[in-house]
């Protein structure tokens, strides 16, 4: 499967704890975003590289919240002392090229905070 | 059937007939579109996109109209099968004076597909 990989693809925590997830993009992807999607409704930008660069962030992604490309391949974001809000699919997309082209996503890692 | 996209979110259509399902987007600077179909619990799937020097594209067995007019995006789908039940989300892009290439991601619509 060369589609782009999330994992885990669910994570049920208790609020205060940290939590990590990897996503994998489709090989030789430059571009990878990370977004937040709840329940009914669409998906949230949180971020996006261009290889181990972080380009742009959303005012959605706090404090607690970081994201890393170190080497232009698999990303991680992370989620410090997480709360009840944080609950939701997160989603991670790639895309190449150069401007605007399509993303193809993950199948995403759901996350519940109890 | 018809939606009207983010104010009527379900959509139900009997097997075999064809479905609409409408978006109106927000930013008249949008200059590049897709069409998301998600189903529960994966993440969306590509279906088709289409760029503002266009009005109408088509693929296979769908195909994606453009008014920029009045900022309305339309999905339609012919022969409807029960493989089409998910939920169909607009995407919008335009060009920012920063590197961004951040989509703006509507409510969707669910589209149920009656045997």
């Known amino acids: 499967d060369t589609g782009v990989s999330q994992n885990p693809r669910h994570k049920i925590t208790k609020r205060g704890q940290n939590v990590t997830f990897r996503c994998d993009p489709i090989s030789e992807h430059n571009r990878l975003y990370w977004y937040r999607q709840t329940l009914g409704q669409g998906p949230e930008f949180l971020t996006y590289?261009?290889?181990?660069?972080?380009?742009?962030k959303s005012r959605l992604l706090s404090d607690r919240f970081s994201a890393e490309r170190p080497k232009g391949s698999f990303s991680t974001l992370e989620i410090q002392r997480t709360e009840q809000g944080d609950s939701a699919m997160y989603l991670c997309?790639?895309?190449?090229?150069?401007?605007?082209?399509?993303?193809?996503f993950g199948p995403g890692t759901r996350l519940l905070v109890l | 059937g018809e939606s009207v996209g983010l104010h009527l979110p379900t959509l139900s259509v009997q097997e075999g007939d064809n479905s609409i399902i409408n978006c109106a987007y927000s930013?008249?600077?949008?200059?590049?579109f897709i069409w998301y179909k998600q189903e529960s619990g994966k993440g969306p799937q590509f279906i088709i996109d289409?760029?503002?020097?266009?009005d109408k594209r088509q693929g296979q067995r769908v195909t994606v109209l453009l008014n920029k007019t009045v900022k309305h995006l339309s999905l339609q789908i012919a022969a409807t099968q029960p493989g089409d039940s998910a939920v169909y989300f607009c995407?919008?892009?335009?060009?920012?004076?920063?590197?961004?290439?951040?989509?703006?991601f509507g409510t969707g619509t669910s589209l149920t597909v009656i045997p």
């Open positions: 590289f261009q290889n181990e660069a972080q380009l742009e």
């Open positions: 995407a919008e892009n335009y060009a920012r004076s920063t590197t961004g290439n951040q989509f703006y």
């Open positions: 930013n008249s600077a949008s200059d590049y």
């Open positions: 289409i760029r503002s020097n266009m």
């Open positions: 997309a790639s895309s190449s090229g150069q401007g605007r082209e399509t993303q193809y």
